[in-house]
């Protein structure tokens, strides 16, 4: 069964990977989640950024629902 | 009829949410491009008393965005420049004016004598300062912030099961890793969204009209022109790197802590010791108790830089001093010249040492 999500970029995020929005194919925890961007998009790996599913923050380890949207959300510090 | 008559009648704002407004006491930390919109309209607004926090001298490049500020005002502090065009506009504003940033040191003082603080800085070291203090302080926080062509509000620390910064962002990102608006560029129009976006973050929490940004983060990107809300909930690993007291709070470094200095603890260290590393003592000379043992190096941070081509062979480096702070801005400097080197300081210090090992 396929499980596709909807996957949205922000700011640095989206500008290292080059996209804002994109789908990708998964199933997993979050954690695992995280280790497959990372593997697609190493540029990634030097970036903090919070993840969030079905827009709310992950603390720790979830699980992601089928079809989730995941938001990939890096923190900003301009003023 | 007063100046705050459209808003008086405004169904659920009434005398009571101006009321509010003008017995608040707000303080603004940065009046640039986040905090010129701000002010205007929380001035305008009616609030009370407001402090700035500023630093900064106008520069020619800010006044795209900064819009209180003129070609007159070049070289001039932001914080007494702001303060002195309101005082021509409105006589039932109390100002306070900081010419200075904020530091661990003045923190404190600057915001316990305010019921919210707006944090409109452009650092991510003064972010986690000012998130901490409030945190601390059980100060309410409006923040913002904006990368090229986004920006990000949320409201935290306001009343029971509140959200922090460190809830959206318990690591602090390296200084170097997100670029400024010096760095990317930045239209003037998104510091002011953003920073009308957090003015209205403000009048809502002080005046108990409309619902505040609790525990939930906006994002918004200007050239999309879209926005998207997400909940936020109480992480407990952001209290990990937060300091617990006000005590611990005066001795944090927040530069280096961004900076992100790896630390090792003495068992850790000594695990690498005999391996080929280069093991450095950055106290100065009569500090106790000495450390002897063969291999190891004394350079005194008095002698830095000067003396850091000694260690331009070693690959990889140990620093330690009596308390693992000098040894974190040792291992910080070098690395600065030195990027691909392997650079630790040892957690605790000599003081760490005393207490585990004795």
Redesign the interface.
Known sequence: MSNTLHIKAFGMVAEKIGLSDLSMDHSGDSAELLAALLVKFPELKTLKFTLAINKKIVNGNQEVPENAEIALLPPFSGG | MSRFERQIILNGFGIEGQQNLKKAKVLLI?A????CPILLYLAAAGVGKIGIVDGDTVAISNLNRQVLYGENDLGKNKAETAARYFQGKYSDIKWEVFPEFISVENAQEMISGYDLVI??????PT?YLVNDACVLLGKPLVF?????H???VSVFNLGENACNYR???P???TAT??P??AETG?LGVL?GIIGNLMALEAIKVLSGFGKPLKNK?L?F?SI?SQS??????????SREDMPASLTSFEIMDYELACEGVKQLTWDEAMSKMGLDIAFVDVREPGELPPLECTGLMKIPLSTFPDKLDLLEDAEEILFFCQSGIRSQKAAQQLQRDYPEKRIYSIKGGINALKTNHS
């Open positions: 940065g640039g491009g986040l905090g944090d409109g800085s452009d650092n991510f972010r913002g912030a904006i990368y090229q986004e920006g990000q809830d959206l962002y690591k602090m990102p890793e997100v400024n608006c930045v510091p983060v994002f990107n999309a998207y809300e997400v909940e936020i909930t109480p992480n407990p690993e």
